[in-house]
């Protein structure tokens, strides 16, 4: 288990929800997206954690948009820390970017891309904050148990993996439902991605994806038991900067979440008698 102000993600605990819109737009959007994401969790009682990428370094085109200034976008995500009192989470690629992010967030994420990155690992360990690290696309669950043993090399076990989905031929992602049990059992928090798990990853110049599949990909997972659950949530998808075929429409949180909510309870219901 692992706690966070008092949350506490782990160990039997409500479900956690990860979720925000892919990168900083804009200061106007991500203030807004994150207090309507805050006042629906607070309203059905999910603990909620605000994730934003600050800049994103793994996309498909040169062209494709990266972020504001990266000082910039990191206040603004902890300016969302400060307003709202919710922890934040947002990705890092380089050690250098560890440390500079590390002073604005609670949680360092390590992109799937990245996760058998050993200095990255290290160095996000070595701040003592919590690290969300995701499976890469290319990897079996069980070897999810190298990158955690990286980050924990430093004396820091506060680590969460995260499932997003398998490479599945050129362009296409499926989950394997057993990896979630998979890495449970190395003994860390798991954490359901279900908005990168539908992406159809590079078809051309950008990727796509089915976001008909986040709700059942979503389901599934806390039926099964997970410890969070990530989603990628924009006002706008078809306008978003990046993955703008993968993020659930603001609107749909809602009715999603009072689902899940309802299937979490039973789940810890069934698991106390």
């Known amino acids: 288990m692992i706690e966070l102000n008092n949350i506490k993600i782990g160990g039997g605990n409500p479900l956690v929800l990860i979720a925000g819109p892919?990168?900083?737009?804009n200061e106007k959007m991500v203030r807004e997206t994150a207090a309507e994401i805050n006042s629906v969790a607070k309203s059905i009682g999910i603990p909620?954690?605000?994730k934003s990428s600050y800049k994103k370094a793994n996309r498909t085109s040169a062209n494709s948009?990266?972020?504001?200034?990266?000082?910039?976008?990191?206040?603004?995500?902890?300016?969302?820390?400060?307003?709202?009192?919710?922890?934040?989470?947002?990705?890092?690629?380089?050690e250098q970017e560890v440390f500079m992010a590390a002073e604005y967030v609670d949680v360092l994420q390590?992109?799937?891309?990245?996760?058998?990155?050993t200095d990255l690992l290290i160095a996000a360990g070595k701040t003592g904050k919590i690290v969300n690290v995701k499976k890469g696309q290319f990897l079996a669950?069980?070897?999810?148990?190298?990158?955690?043993?990286?980050?924990?090399?430093?004396?820091?076990?506060?680590?969460m993996l995260t499932e997003r989905g398998t490479t599945f031929g050129y362009h296409n992602l499926v989950v394997d439902m057993r990896s979630l049990i998979i890495m449970r059992e190395l003994g860390y928090p798991v954490v359901m991605d279900a908005?990168?798990?539908?992406?159809?990853?590079?078809k051309g110049g950008f990727?796509?994806?089915q976001p008909k599949f986040?709700?059942?990909?979503?389901?599934?997972a806390v039926a099964i038991g997970v410890d969070a659950l990530f989603l990628e949530v924009h006002p706008d998808p078809e306008k978003a900067l990046s993955d703008a075929a993968s993020q659930l429409p603001l609107k749909d949180l809602r009715p999603l979440l009072e689902e899940i909510k309802e299937l979490d309870d039973l789940n810890k219901k069934r698991a106390s008698r």
């Open 214 to 220: 986040i709700k059942p990909l979503a389901k599934a």
């Open 195 to 202: 908005t990168h798990s539908v992406q159809l990853p590079s």
């Open 65 to 94: 948009f990266t972020g504001l200034d990266p000082e910039e976008a990191l206040r603004i995500i902890a300016n969302v820390r400060k307003d709202l009192g919710v922890p934040v989470l947002t990705d890092v690629h380089t």
């Open 110 to 117: 390590i992109p799937a891309f990245l996760c058998r990155q």
């Open 22 to 25: 892919c990168v900083v737009e």
């Open 141 to 159: 669950p069980e070897d999810m148990k190298h990158a955690a043993g990286k980050v924990a090399s430093t004396g820091n076990n506060k680590i």
């Open 48 to 50: 909620f954690i605000f």
């Open 207 to 209: 990727s796509g994806g």
